[in-house]
């Protein structure tokens, strides 16, 4: 297959190099992009081309992996370029979002959710596919670092899916976060995590792993959290749990490139600097 891949981030660049691995060939658009991003599309094997123009040309498929709050933007870029193929989206949006782009593209949509980190490593990460050409998409996968799953259902249920996985994941992170970092406001770190110790044991060092993974990505994390809560709210379920993590990892979004940020980063990043 011929297939753009907007944008080789860090994990979409290891779906284009899964793509590229079973031997389809795969562009990317360079104009305006990091020398970050050359470097992970030049590992996974992407040809690079100037403009969107030229990377719809005589292509089969767009993969959208990009933050949840540019998903419909890009989208409509590619639509209004006059694109017929494949349109898959890979990125964490609400079910309702992904009915969007379903609307927008027809039977031509498969909707994607991504669970896990970039893959690099074999039973690491699985794609989650639903809509009409859902196995044919899974299919370009076979025997990749890619375990792509057809979810069956509505066209959004891998959205849906995806929503569900994250609320639990990134949101309990937040979570514990902010439980950290108001024992800091009230100056009770201490013996916070001497209770801990004794009937929480390990939950110290769950927080300041939690820190250590989410901090480069959090300035991502805002925009899924705010996805999820709205998807909450579509159920007509509480939405205030995810918008007080979106607020979480909205004011951690600075470390973004900060290499070494800790547990003591981040509580500076949420409560300020200790007096």
Known sequence: MNILLLHPGAMGSSIGA?????????????????????ARAEKAGLTAVASLTAGLAGVDAVVSVCPPDAALEVAASVDAAGFEGLY?????????????????????????GIIGPPAWRAGATRFYLSGASAETVANWFDDSLVDARVVAGEVNAA???????????????????AVR????????????????????????????GAAKGTAPKAWRFEGEMLEIAATFANAELPDGFHRGAAEVYRRMAGLKSVSDADLAAVMEALVGPRR
């Open 18 to 38: 899964a793509l590229t691995g079973n031997g389809h060939a795969v562009r990317w658009v360079a104009d305006g992009r990091s020398p970050e991003t050359h």
């Open 88 to 112: 898959i989206d890979g990125n964490a949006v609400a079910p309702m979002t992904a009915a969007q782009l379903a609307e927008r593209f027809g039977a031509r949509y498969v909707d994607g």
């Open 159 to 177: 959205s849906a899916l995806k929503m569900c996985y994250a609320a639990y994941t990134k949101g309990s992170s937040a979570l514990l976060l």
């Open 181 to 208: 970092a108001l024992a800091e406001a009230y100056d009770v770190a201490y013996p916070l995590q001497t209770e801990w110790s004794i009937s929480q044991p390990g939950l110290a060092d769950r927080a300041a």
